[in-house]
């Protein structure tokens, strides 16, 4: 991990306040509505030196709207994901880019090299405010942080070829090879 993160805490009618900080715990109490009820958004991108020797960072505005849940793209339906989803307060496109920006500038040095793996940072939006029944949290956290990776696949990796299908009943997602995985259904059919 990178010696730094970036923290944020949301303030009602005043909104994120936060900066980098060293890496390490999370304070979190066990009635945290994250820990109870899994409010929480996570989003994951990576920053890589160029052939110039930057670090750049590959469509960060694409990762802050997926958090957000604002828009929706050309690949993916976002109706289901994001802070809006959630009933959380929206982490604004720029605080979310400078966040970023800010763990991978303090972190240069964990950077690979050119086609040696990348810096991998880890948005995450949680409900930490103390809640023991179902719905919102009262307060939030937002947090960045990142680790040097390398390849995930060390070899070539042969594409499966994917075939989406939806029904009033049920969506299921299924393999080439004849095995599917069930998403969303009823009865006996929901089971894996």
Known sequence: MS???????????????????????????????????????????????????????????????????ARQTELLDLRSVGAARLLMPEVPAETFALACMAVVAASRDYVPPLGKGSFYL??????????????????????????????????????????IEASAAQETVALRDGLAFFVHGQGEDAAC
Do not use: C, H
């Open 3 to 69: 010696q730094v993160m970036y923290t944020a805490q949301f303030i009602p009618g005043v909104g994120w306040k936060g900066g980098l900080q060293p890496y390490g715990p999370l304070p979190i109490e066990p009635s945290a509505q994250v820990l109870n009820y899994g409010q929480s958004v996570f989003e994951g991108m990576k920053a890589q030196r160029s052939a110039k020797d930057r670090v750049v960072l590959f469509r960060p505005e694409e990762n802050a709207a997926r958090m957000q849940a």
């Open 122 to 163: 880890r948005p995450l939006l949680l409900g930490t405010g103390p809640i023991l029944g179902l719905g919102p949290a009262p307060s939030y956290t937002f947090t960045v942080f990142g680790a040097a990776v390398g390849a995930y696949f060390k070899v070539r990796v042969r594409s499966s070829w994917l075939e």
